[in-house]
């Protein structure tokens, strides 16, 4: 029916004669719900009940005009309470989070750090804890912008590179500390530490030899002359030798590798830590950097240049606006936070420890000097191997110094009182130490067969064949390359440091694959052993190279666990060739490379008496190394 209007409505009409049934429209709404008369359609509703169709139920007192009615019950407004709404009390009951003062102020008193009028406004999240006051590692590396020191057991705000304030030896960045790092580490080390052990009894052993052999061409006026037999195993422990050596050389490449611009994961810089002490880096006895506050360093660009060359190059606010953390720029920060200096004192650094080092070795063989100097024989021997020390320490120290001075060279963080050092080191050690090789090892090689002269230079020499006895400036030309990369190419100087990575890993990788072609097409070595390990050695670097890109943007985890693996391959390839050295010597000689005495005196008879200058006859072949 029309809208409003409910069928169903009923009259009854009786007559003398039947009873009629009419059904007929309503005109009230709903038909008052049943619960009201419907007249000339409007409702009239029963008590109880009330609006227009008599549909609700009708609360007491109407809410007492302080709410609103539904279903017979009252919802009474924010201030009002009971039944019917007469109560007064405070806004929202408080929200239950609060007492309220009763009449007639009717005011809210918050509790549990909850606010507003009717305390509905919940307290703010609690704030991050700071670095400093986190005690687990756990926590400490899971907030932004906290990293912790394994060290010093304490959190600290920094990031990747380490610590904002001082630094820290052990520092973990991201990723929890891994066992696997010291453990992997430690059968580095020890490997190599044994080889060192073995080299250095088989060392003493020939010194004791030589001065046997001194003392009784002092004695005698007749030197004896070694047969083919121990000339030939002492070759192939200088060859062995040369194996560790090789082994060295391929840890610094891998420190090397840690130093280019990308973000490594901490536990890799971890690892390569226990390796830096082969360039000469290792902490400060003296200087451990605890109160540096690392300041924003400002990025170098050319619009600033084009109008300021000159301030362009050092901090200034007012001249470069462009800011960021010291520690996420600077691409040395890691290296020097693991050593606990600043990166300003790597260079320091450096020159301390190789001063140190020449110092010991000096004092140690002047002082065994000094007590046998009345001992000719013994004499002779410690100054040959004091030479031979001091060459060692020389290559040694030949890429940490090229890598720190070329760094002092061109960070604009350095003054001119480490400028002129820099400078100083960089052309004495990267270009005047091997031009010294050149001069001493260039003319007719005569004298490289003299035996005095193989004791104190063969290092240099030995492993090569006659007519490639310079190939060592080759290896010298490798390491200046990825040394100065290294140094040169810091990513603290440039706008785009990402791109630098690119380019350190481009020339590194090239140095690498020119050095393997050289070897290839000159077949300097007289060990092809040694040669096929070298081979396999440039593919091992080339790969670590190439892994450290996985680092371009984050570090990566996997990037680090296949380069630990990589570089495990590459020690037991050193390894198996350092064995391989050590079999073929002792096809010919004892383990030490010596003879008994028993033996030296059955062979008196081939001795060579001495001219009349006192010295053995010239001409003959050396007796060892």
Aim: net charge negative; aromatic share 12%; with cysteine.
């Amino acid at each position: 029916g029309p809208a409003g209007v409910t069928e169903g409505q009923v009259v009854y009409l009786a007559t003398s004669t039947q009873l009629t049934r009419l059904t007929y429209l309503s005109t009230c709404p709903n038909d008052c719900s049943s619960n009201g008369i419907c007249s000339l359609g409007n409702c009239t509703c029963i008590d109880g009940y009330y609006t227009e169709d008599c549909s609700q139920i009708r609360c007491p007192g109407d809410c007492s005009g302080h709410g609103t009615c539904a279903d017979g019950a009252c919802v009474c407004d924010s201030i009002w309470d009971g039944p019917n709404c007469t109560d007064r009390i405070c806004a929202n009951s408080c929200s239950g989070h609060g007492t309220c003062s009763g009449g007639p102020s009717y005011i809210c008193t918050c509790t549990d750090n909850w606010s507003g009028s009717d305390c509905s406004t919940p307290p703010p999240p609690p704030p991050p804890p700071t670095c400093a006051s986190i005690t687990a590692i756990d926590t400490c590396i899971g907030y932004v912008g906290c990293g912790w020191c394994i060290t010093t057991k304490t959190c600290h705000d920094g990031s990747i590179r380490g610590p904002y304030v001082g630094s820290c030896y052990t520092w973990i960045w991201g990723l929890g500390f891994e066992a696997g790092v010291i453990i992997l580490a430690a059968i580095f080390l020890g490997i190599l530490f044994l080889m060192f052990v073995i080299n250095a009894i088989s060392a003493i052993t020939v010194d004791f030899d030589r001065a046997d052999d001194f003392r009784e061409l002092y004695a005698s006026g007749v030197r004896r002359k070694a047969d083919h037999q121990e000339t030939s195993a002492l070759w192939w422990r200088d060859v062995r030798s040369a194996k560790t050596w090789l082994l060295v050389e391929q840890f610094q490449f891998l420190v090397l590798v840690s130093h280019i611009a990308v973000d490594f994961p901490t536990n890799y810089i971890n690892f390569t830590k226990f390796f830096d002490w082969t360039n000469l880096g290792l902490p400060l006895p003296f200087k451990e950097d605890k109160t540096t506050v690392h300041t924003p360093r400002y990025i170098y660009n050319q619009s600033d240049a084009a109008t300021n060359q000159q301030s362009s190059k050092y901090l200034s606010s007012a001249v470069i606006p462009d800011v960021t953390s010291g520690r996420s720029l600077l691409g040395f920060e890691a290296y020097s936070n693991s050593l606990g200096i600043t990166a300003n004192t790597l260079f320091g650094a450096n020159m301390f420890w190789l001063a140190i080092s020449i110092a010991s070795v000096c004092f140690v063989y002047g002082w065994a000097c000094l007590i046998t100097i009345k001992k000719a024989h013994w004499k002779s021997v410690f100054v040959s191997r004091l030479i031979y020390l001091l060459v060692r320490l020389g290559n040694l120290a030949y890429v940490g110094v090229v890598m720190t001075s070329s760094y002092s060279l061109v960070s604009y963080t350095h003054g001119a009182d480490l400028i002129v050092p820099a400078v100083f080191a960089f052309v004495i050690m990267g270009f005047g130490y091997p031009i010294g090789i050149y001069f001493l090892l260039r003319g007719d090689g005569k004298k490289l067969l003299d035996e005095e002269f193989k004791y104190r230079f063969g290092a240099l020499y030995i492993n090569y064949q006659p007519g490639n006895r310079l190939f060592v400036l080759m290896v010298f030309a490798r390491k200046f390359i990825t040394a100065a990369m290294v140094g040169f190419l810091n990513y603290s100087l440039y706008e785009n440091p990402r791109y630098i990575s690119i380019v350190q890993v481009i020339i590194m990788g090239l140095a690498q694959i020119i050095y393997a072609l050289v070897v290839f097409f000159r077949k300097p070595y007289y060990d092809y052993y040694h040669e096929y390990l070298e081979y396999f050695l440039t593919v091992i670097n080339l790969v670590t190279l190439g892994l450290s890109m996985l680092h371009y943007r984050n570090p990566s985890t996997p990037g680090m666990l296949i380069t630990g693996l990589v570089q495990a391959i590459a020690l037991v390839a050193c390894t198996a060739v350092y064995i391989v050295s050590w079999v073929h010597m002792g096809l010919n000689l004892s383990c030490c490379g010596g003879k008994s005495k028993k033996e030296k005196q059955a062979e008196v008879k081939q001795s060579v008496p001495l001219n009349d200058s006192g010295d053995a006859d010239a001409g003959i072949e050396a007796g060892d190394d």
